[in-house]
Nanobody
Framework: QVQLVESGGGLVQPGGSLRLSCAASGSIFSVYVMGWYRQAPGKQRELVASITSGGSTNYADSVKGRFTISRDNAKNTVYLQMNSLKPEDTAVYYC?????????WGQGTQVTVSS
């Protein structure tokens, strides 16, 4: 099993930036595919970005060119750098670790984009 703890959420104005972090413990971090998901009120949870153990990345179309996912296997941490934030990016952001079909989730961190 792996335990995930997110941090870095908050309130930011449109056009601003935030960096989310997710610290993992309890298992071999490097073997997991790591991802960030988000869920806005009244909407389904959606994949924002993911990164494989080898560093290959995947992004939702809505965040391409604005968000960057990265991982530091030495620190057991995955990051989501979010730039040019829009009000529609407002959501609870969840860290996810996946391996062999098993998914583990963090508790979520709120991101609010508002003036």
């Amino acid at each position: 099993q792996v335990q995930l703890v997110e941090s870095g959420g908050g309130l930011v104005q449109p056009g601003g930036s935030l960096r989310l972090s997710c610290a993992a413990s309890g298992s071999i971090f490097s073997v997991y595919v790591m991802g960030w998901y988000r869920q806005a009120p009244g909407k389904q949870r959606e994949l924002v970005a993911s990164i494989t153990s080898g560093g290959s990345t995947n992004y939702a179309d809505s965040v391409k060119g604005r968000f960057t996912i990265s991982r530091d296997n030495a620190k057991n941490t995955v990051y989501l750098q979010m730039n040019s934030l829009k009000p529609e990016d407002t959501a609870v952001y969840y860290c996810n670790a996946e391996r062999l079909g098993f998914h583990y989730w963090g508790q979520g961190t709120q991101v609010t984009v508002s003036s």
